[in-house]
């Protein structure tokens, strides 16, 4: 463990800890943020009437709309001479989200990212190959800081030019790699078209996130790459990678309580659910300084547990993200994660991990195309073996999701491989 006085705190003084911190940030927002005093005024709300966590359920929520509408500074808690980094992600929308440190904002970040780094394998004697991009996106300089917090050697390659990655992470002798799930499948079809075996590589395990991955797609990474694969997540409103991470269990990501106060709401209603049930993850940061954010929901749809984790860590874990609540796809009424075919195309195994879907409506009618690649060995053998592949694909959606679906296997390498997020929908639907 990277901290164990605050990995392993007991809960009692864990909540403490977090109560003293919360009123801290809510006084802090009252006084510097205008759009929160306003908010607390219109609910009839003052900091001062938050007497324990539990109260939390009773302010007011942040949603991405709210940091849009206040584009670019309005809700930075501090003074812009303060802020030493800006960070920002393009979203789908059209209006960037902007978010902004102070020195001390990067401590905690880079703090964040050496626990994640260290509960992944990672340690001063590790070379780190960050593929993450660098920029405005956080990957990249996010798992860059912790990385040289705990005194890894670090390869700040940025994205692309995956030949050139691979000749590295050999030539270097990198330990860990960082990069999302999809880049990782990528790299590792390179290191076989390149006639390497991972055996020959040093690489020990890999975090990756910044995108949803099944339990399925770790198994195919971890035998493809012959590492230890383990999840991080996070977004730049809260503070970029490092808002949770997978420890040894590989059971949950452990969401740094010291720094967050995490909640699981039913997006429809707005009501908080109780532990383990599933919904969107609600999130209030306790320290930052430049953006504190209260309630922020995150659109992400995963549940927490309080168990007692195997790794000793005390903080409360959360579930993989299966997708988010905007992603989730309404189809005939159904509704489905991208995730959820990508759990069942991985579990019958005979296509290779890429894979798209097509939505689209005919007349009044949803349709769900599933387009999917299959090994070169495959595609050459018998038509008839194809058929047969897609008719069990076909059974198998309708079996678990109760839908039907047109599946066409497509030869090797013809869905554009990513070297960030992957875009696995593509919805012509005019919603
Ligand atoms: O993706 C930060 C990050 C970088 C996380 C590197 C992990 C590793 P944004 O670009 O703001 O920030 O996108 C945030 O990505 O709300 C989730 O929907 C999704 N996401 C991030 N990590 C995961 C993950 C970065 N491990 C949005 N599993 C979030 C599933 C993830 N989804």
Not at 178 to 186: K, L, M, Q, V
Request: proline share 4%; with cysteine; hydrophobic share 35%.
């Amino acid at each position: 463990m990277w901290h164990p006085r605050y990995e392993n705190m007991e809960r009692q003084h864990l909540e403490k800890l977090q109560f003293i911190r919360l009123k801290n940030t809510l006084e802090r927002v009252n006084l510097m943020v205008p759009y929160y005093r306003n908010n607390f005024q219109a609910t009839g709300i003052e900091p001062g009437d938050i007497k324990s966590l539990n109260d939390i359920s009773s302010l007011p929520f942040t949603s991405k709309n709210d940091l849009r509408d206040n584009y670019p500074f309005s809700l930075f808690a501090t003074d812009l001479s303060e802020v030493v980094r800006i960070h920002s992600s393009s979203g789908t929308s059209g209006i960037p989200t902007v978010v902004g440190y102070t020195q001390n904002d990067l401590d905690v970040w880079s703090e964040l990212m050496a626990r994640a780094l260290v509960s992944a394998g990672g340690s001063k004697e590790s070379v780190i190959h960050i593929a993450y991009g660098y920029g405005l996106f956080t990957g990249g300089l996010g798992v860059h800081y912790g990385a040289e917090k705990i005194g890894a050697t670090v390869i700040p390659i940025s994205g692309g030019q995956t030949k050139r990655q691979v000749r590295m992470i050999r030539d270097l002798g990198s330990t860990l790699l960082a990069c999302t799930p999809s880049y990782a499948i990528f790299i590792a079809e390179t290191i076989e078209e390149m006639n390497l075996k991972p055996e020959e590589l040093n690489l020990k395990s890999g975090l990756f996130g910044a995108e949803p991955w099944s339990n399925n797609m770790r198994r195919i990474i971890e035998d493809k790459l012959n590492i230890d694969a383990y999840d991080i997540y996070g977004l730049s409103e809260i503070i970029g990678p490092g808002v949770s991470s997978e420890c040894s269990a590989k059971n949950g990501l452990h969401i740094p309580e010291d720094h967050f106060i995490a909640e699981i709401i039913d997006p429809k209603t707005q009501k908080v659910l109780p532990e383990g049930s599933t919904g969107e993850l609600v999130i209030t940061t306790i320290t930052k300084e430049t953006l504190p954010l209260i309630r922020y929901r995150t659109g992400d749809i995963t549940s927490l547990t309080r168990e007692k984790c195997s790794c000793g860590r005390t903080h409360v874990r959360m579930s993989k993200v299966s997708g988010r609540s905007d992603d989730m796809l309404i189809i005939r009424g159904v509704n489905v994660f991208p995730s959820q075919i990508e759990s069942i195309l991985l579990d019958i195994g005979e296509t290779e991990p890429h894979y798209q879907l097509v939505v689209d409506r005919v007349g009044s009618m949803d349709t769900l195309g599933v387009k999917v690649e299959v090994s070169e060995q495959m595609f050459s053998d018998r038509i008839k073996g194809l058929e047969e592949l897609e008719n069990v694909i076909r059974r198998e959606i309708d079996n678990v999701l109760g839908i039907s679906a047109e599946v066409k296997l497509v030869e090797p390498k013809t869905i554009q491989r990513s070297e960030g997020k992957a875009q696995r929908v593509i919805d012509q639907r005019n919603l």
